[in-house]
């Protein structure tokens, strides 16, 4: 292993099984995760660093999500080709360029206007024409697009989040990490078609905390 030479694909194919040994198995959550190409994302500092299976930090004290965390969020979310999605916190636009390869449309919120931009300009040159952006807060979600198939929560919300679940479909599903300390809970919300939900918890997960309002820097 350690005299395989270290190429982009090597390091690609090596996250690619560490993402299916810990439970990513969705064959099209994890091709759409393999066409992504991260080192776009990534700031020039960690740019060596985009295909490991970590968290790194991008612009506005923010960081772009683990690759293990995002798989398994797309994964349970259970995404169908015709879906719209609604994500909360686009960062560097990293997970909402994988949603957008398995959606209809992503509507997708962010906070700081200078990360929006440069999410922007990256589904521009990935050629991701069903991406909609909003600089917004996104725990109000988006009304005026509601309801949703599928609803993304990037950010840690301090308590379940009542706004977004109202603006799912009957049967829609969201995930989002819910918990006020450094270590969050991951829960997928399922409705049940008359108004209720199904709570699953799916593990521990360590995200930047949901803010309130929009930021006043760039
Ligand atoms: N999905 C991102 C992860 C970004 S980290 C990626 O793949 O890169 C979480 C993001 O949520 C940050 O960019 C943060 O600014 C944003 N955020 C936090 N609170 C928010 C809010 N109320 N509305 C919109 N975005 C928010």
Redesign the pocket.
Known sequence: MSEEPDTPRTRMARLMLALRSQGVTDPRVLAAIEKTPREL?TPDLFKDRSWEDSALP?A?G????QPFI?GLMTQALTLEPRARVL??????????AILSRLARLVYT????RT?LREAEDRFKTLGLTNVVTKF????EGWAEQAPFDRILV??AAPEEPKTLLEQLKPNGVLVAPIGKGPVQSLRRYAGDGQGGFKVELLGDVR?????????REL
């Open positions: 994302f991008i506005c923010q960081t772009i999500s995002v994500e909360i916190g686009t960062g560097s636009g990293y997970q909402t919120v962010e906070r700081y990360l917004g807060d996104g725990g990037t950010a995200f930047v905390p949901l803010l309130d309002g929009v930021a």
